[in-house]
């Protein structure tokens, strides 16, 4: 990380290995199937969004096809489903395996974090593993002193989904 961004980023007391660690619980409460705790980690008004693949970072969802384009509300509403023992999709649920890193502090400012990371997420259902790979643009903000998801966009950096086909679970 660039000085400057130290600096920035201590004047709000949050350090590059501090969004590392938020990232790394992220993935595992994902893996755990811990939605509810996943979805506290939002700021209410937050946003979750995931552009086709092969989309790039300028992607905007009114002008192009989004996977998932959720506000807080729906978001709260896919978490309630994919807590649900039968939720269709996902029904036995997938077991997932997320690995995260090159983690960035891309500008820290009064109003939050700007921050990116590397992933890979394997998914294995049905005798089939498939995986999936990109990256996770974050805008963090600083809520009583604990990091909350502002808005995150995973892009998925690959051609299509073949042989995925879909998006049943989150990346």
Request: overall charge negative.
């Amino acid at each position: 990380m660039s000085v400057a961004l130290q600096e920035m980023a201590s004047a709000i007391t949050v350090t590059r290995a501090d969004i590392e660690a938020f990232l790394i619980e992220e993935a595992a409460m994902l893996d755990e199937h811990r939605f509810d705790d996943w979805f506290a980690l939002f700021d209410e008004g937050a946003t979750y969004k995931v552009p086709q693949a092969g989309a790039g970072d300028d992607a905007m969802s009114g002008k192009t096809l989004f996977y998932i384009a959720d506000d807080y509300f729906r978001l709260g509403q896919r978490v309630e489903r994919m807590a649900k023992p039968d939720h269709h999709s996902e029904y036995p649920a997938s077991i997932c395996s997320r690995m995260i890193g090159n983690v960035r502090i891309l500008s820290a400012a009064d109003d939050g974090i700007e921050a990116a990371c590397k992933y890979i997420t394997h998914r294995s259902k049905n005798n089939v593993t498939d995986m999936f790979c990109g990256h996770h643009h974050y805008m963090f903000k600083v809520r009583d002193g604990k990091l909350r998801i502002g808005a995150k966009t995973t892009y998925i950096d690959m051609n299509d989904l073949r042989p995925q086909g879909r998006v049943s679970i989150i990346i």
